[in-house]
């Protein structure tokens, strides 16, 4: 059964820095690309970030890049998500996410309960 565990969100003040993790079970992890979407209140979900099966391509959202890294340890079955400069906007529920193929697509099967994150003075 594929399980996909997100931690390491919390509360911090604009500027400030987390590191999200996202612990993956019940697939072979090595096979498969991973992304990162969050859900802002009262917004729609939005892409943050995504990585090859190997870790050899990564891509961001325009507001993201700069400012996050994403990272992968298959050895560890293991997502992660850097965020430094944090803005306010940034608050939302981040989700860890299992694409269908060693490369993106854009297209997720199984989905994280996801992790808070709240930036605020």
């Known amino acids: 059964e594929v399980h996909l565990v997100e931690s390491g969100g919390g509360s911090v003040q604009p500027g400030g820095s987390l590191r999200l993790s996202c612990a993956a079970s019940g697939f072979f992890f090595e096979d498969y690309a991973m992304s990162w979407v969050r859900h802002a209140p009262g917004k729609g979900l939005e892409w943050v970030s995504s990585i090859t099966w190997d870790g050899e391509a990564a891509d961001y959202a325009v507001s993201m890049k700069g400012r996050f890294t994403i990272s992968r340890d298959n050895a560890k079955e293991t997502l992660y998500l850097e965020m430094h400069s944090l803005h306010f906007d940034d608050t939302a529920v981040y989700f860890c996410?299992?694409?269908?193929?060693?490369?993106?697509?854009?297209?997720?099967?199984?989905w994280g309960q996801g992790t808070q994150v709240a930036v605020f003075s």
């Open positions: 996410v299992k694409d269908r193929a060693l490369h993106v697509t854009g297209t997720f099967d199984y």
